[in-house]
């Protein structure tokens, strides 16, 4: 059976910092490339951050330099490391885990931004 706990989300300061985990298990976790995404509301998902099986990462203009993905195979987890956090980085973070064709979700991760 599949199953993500993802955790750290929650309340911080602008220009403060969180760290994202994503705890995975009931799959090869080594073999999946891992992504954390992050929604509005009234908006579309967006990719935030991705770590492949190999550990090439990728970020959008808009994240890099803020952002870091990282991955522990030894724990099948996932994290994202958020430095300088903006208002606008406000939203519910989602873990995915994909291969091949197959994309697998977490359930979401409230980080609220705000003074």
């Known amino acids: 059976q599949v199953k993500f706990v993802e955790s750290g989300g929650g309340l911080v300061q602008p220009g403060g910092s969180l760290r994202l985990s994503c705890a995975a298990s009931?799959?090869?976790?080594?073999?999946?490339?891992m992504s954390w995404y992050r929604q509005v509301p009234g908006k579309e998902r967006e990719l935030v951050a991705t770590?492949?099986?190999?550990?090439?990462?990728n970020y959008p203009d808009s994240i890099k330099g803020r952002f870091t993905i990282s991955r522990d195979n030894a724990k099948n987890t996932v994290y994202l490391q958020m430095n300088s956090l903006k208002p606008e980085d406000t939203a519910v973070y989602y873990c995915?885990?994909?291969?091949?064709?197959?994309?697998?979700w977490g359930q979401g991760t409230q980080v609220t931004v705000s003074s």
């Open positions: 009931g799959f090869t976790f080594s073999a999946y490339a």
């Open positions: 770590i492949t099986s190999t550990r090439d990462t």
């Open positions: 995915r885990a994909t291969y091949r064709f197959t994309n697998m």
